[in-house]
């Protein structure tokens, strides 16, 4: 089993900046692709950003040039740099790996993981 835990959530005003952190933790082989997602109040889940082997990155419109995320130095952690937000970036905002693991057999297989969320709220 991998668990995903996140942190860095919070209330900022907006302008402000946050940094949110996930952390994977279990059975990892290794990782292929991580990456934020989020769901607004009353709609639903949507990608954020994502990170695949090679750092290669993709945003959704919605945060371009505003969110960054990347890798930790850390094993198996990733960041979410958001900046300039608003109050229409509050969200729940999930952490998802995509990771190689291990069967109680031992044979390795491809997974998905979620995080439990953080709470981003952006007001004055």
């Known amino acids: 089993q991998v668990q995903l835990v996140e942190s860095g959530g919070g209330l900022v005003q907006p302008g402000g900046s946050l940094r949110l952190s996930c952390a994977a933790s279990?059975?990892?082989?290794?990782?292929?692709?991580m990456g934020w997602y989020r769901q607004l109040p009353g709609a639903e889940r949507e990608s954020v950003a994502r990170i695949s082997s090679g750092s290669r990155t993709d945003y959704a419109d919605s945060v371009k040039g505003r969110f960054t995320i990347s890798r930790g130095n850390a094993k198996n952690t990733v960041y979410l740099q958001m900046s300039s937000l608003q109050p229409e970036d509050t969200a729940v905002y999930y952490c998802n790996a995509n990771v190689k693991t291990r069967s109680l057999v031992g044979r390795n297989y491809d997974a998905n993981y979620w995080g439990q969320g953080t709470q981003v709220t952006v007001s004055s």
């Open positions: 279990g059975s990892i082989f290794s990782i292929n692709a």
